[in-house]
T-cell receptor
Framework: DAGVTQSPTHLIKTRGQQVTLRCSPKSGHDTVSWYQQALGQGPQFIFQYYEEEERQRGNFPDRFSGHQFPNYSSELNVNALLLGDSALYLC???????????FGPGTRLTVL | QKEVEQDPGPLSVPEGAIVSLNCTYSNSAFQYFMWYRQYSRKGPELLMYTYSSGNKEDGRFTAQVDKSSKYISLFIRDSQPSDSATYLCAMIYNNAGNMLTFGGGTRLMVKP
């Protein structure tokens, strides 16, 4: 049983560019959450998708947007990249209305 | 002040020692508590999930919750070098979706 998978593993972008990160949830999970983890800090919640809609959102600007597809996979888009967006982006999945969330390996984004 | 506080460490112990990791929180609305282990440059791995005051044991790990003091702990018995990682506590508000709020993490080093 494959766990949560994310692509790409690493990404280097320059300021002002746009980026799309992808996540496939664990089998049987229909809820996907995205987190940003800066170096040396705990993850911070960006938003959560369920039934292809954003169900909950953290304190992140509108430059951060997402999408969930009918097969429950998800994308995170970040526009107008800033140096401060450099971080590990983590995707977590869970079954419907279940608190236990399982994380993928993350995508490390570097903005130059 | 952060909602969830965790000593960043590093905490260095000899192999075989009992390790105690702690988090404090400020908001009594937190009702669900988790401990994650994160190896360097990897995604967090769920270790323990609890929702009531008291102890929960799983192998060498024991999670303890004291809601009256707003304090949670993770104990690791017979620590091994493979336990060397960053340990993150995470919490969920009651009746507010399942957004995880993390502490900053404690780095643990178990020396052979």
């Amino acid at each position: 049983d494959a766990g949560v998978t994310q692509s790409p593993t690493h990404l280097i972008k320059t300021r002002g560019q746009q980026v799309t990160l992808r996540c496939s949830p664990k089998s049987g999970h229909d809820t996907v959450s995205w987190y940003q983890q800066a170096l040396g800090q705990g993850p911070q919640f960006i938003f959560q998708y369920y039934e292809e809609e954003e169900r909950q959102r953290g304190n992140f600007p509108d430059r951060f947007s997402g999408h969930q597809f009918p097969n429950y996979s998800s994308e995170l888009n970040v526009n107008a990249l800033l140096l401060g967006d450099s971080a590990l982006y983590l995707c977590a999945s869970s079954p419907t209305f279940n608190n236990e969330q399982f994380f993928g390996p993350g995508t490390r984004l570097t903005v130059l | 002040q952060k909602e969830v506080e965790q000593d960043p460490g590093p905490l260095s112990v000899p192999e075989g020692a009992i390790v105690s990791l702690n988090c404090t929180y400020s908001n009594s609305a937190f009702q669900y508590f988790m401990w994650y282990r994160q190896y360097s440059r990897k995604g967090p791995e769920l270790l323990m999930y609890t929702y009531s005051s008291g102890n929960k044991e799983d192998g060498r790990f024991t999670a303890q919750v004291d809601k009256s003091s707003k304090y949670i702990s993770l104990f690791i018995r017979d620590s091994q070098p493979s336990d060397s990682a960053t340990y993150l506590c995470a919490m969920i508000y009651n009746n507010a979706g399942n957004m995880l709020t993390f502490g900053g993490g404690t780095r643990l080093m178990v020396k052979p």
